[in-house]
């Protein structure tokens, strides 16, 4: 049944997802400038102009992007747009006083892929810490000197399950990640499978300090709060 009257139409459809599709002339959503970039990770697969790409991916600055360069796709980044993630606003807002992460170097490393983004941290009066700012959109990072890699909470707990479950090393996880991003080894991947690793020793370490019963201390039996070294835990996360 499948052979004899579907092959075809699925082989068509494939073979359409490789290229520009229907989107030759004009970009899906402003319908004035040429379309040259294409979301793997966004609904549709439309192919959108660069104005529109950075403007349709302000809340969803970790999506994977491709540009038709008259051939085929290649890989590109939203970084390369101007595209920046300001920290310690809600989206939209702007700003008064940007501070640009360290180098402007950071990587975030995510479900999608491993991926290079430009950062910039609120330095305002009323500021958060680094620490602060970066935790609060999910991201959990492994130093608080000038951090530059930090790891999704959700891809922390993607692996966890992959490691209860199928036994996944933290070293064949960051592998499949890194091959996600670039497969045939071109790009300079900076974060190695030992700092995930400690990423996820540290986060799986505070949850087990702030969590545990045992740390919590009790007056006539009843718990009195978080305990002393949950304290600590999180001195050392604002330091």
């Not at 494939?14 to 290229?19: A, D, K, M, N, S």
């Amino acid at each position: 049944m499948w052979l004899s009257h579907y092959w075809e139409i699925y082989l068509q459809e494939l073979l359409r997802l490789e290229g520009r599709g229907d989107f030759v002339d004009t970009c899906a959503e402003c319908n004035i400038n040429s379309p040259f970039y294409h979301c793997r990770d966004c609904f549709g697969g439309w192919m959108l102009c660069q104005e529109c790409t950075v403007l349709g991916h302000t809340l969803a600055p970790l999506h994977c992007l491709e540009y038709w360069n008259g051939t085929f796709f290649q890989k590109t980044s939203l970084k390369s747009f101007g595209l920046c993630i300001q920290l310690g606003h809600l989206p939209g807002e702007i700003c008064g006083n940007p501070k640009r992460a360290f180098n402007d170097d950071f990587t975030v490393i995510d479900s999608h892929g491993i991926h290079t983004v430009a950062v910039d941290y609120c330095d305002c009066k009323s500021v958060k810490s680094l620490v602060q700012q970066l935790l609060r959109v999910s991201w959990f990072l492994a130093t608080t000197a000038n951090p530059h890699s930090v790891i999704t909470f959700c891809l922390l707990q993607e692996f966890q399950l992959l490691s209860f479950e199928l036994k996944v090393s933290a070293y064949e996880f960051y592998q499949s990640l890194a091959h996600n991003s670039d497969d045939n080894g071109i790009s300079d991947i900076k974060v190695s499978s030992i700092y995930f690793s400690h990423w996820y020793l540290m986060k799986s370490q505070l949850h087990r300090t702030i969590m545990s019963p045992s740390s919590i201390p009790s007056v006539n039996g009843v718990t009195s709060g978080c305990s002393n070294r949950a304290v600590m835990v999180m001195i050392w996360l604002e330091s």
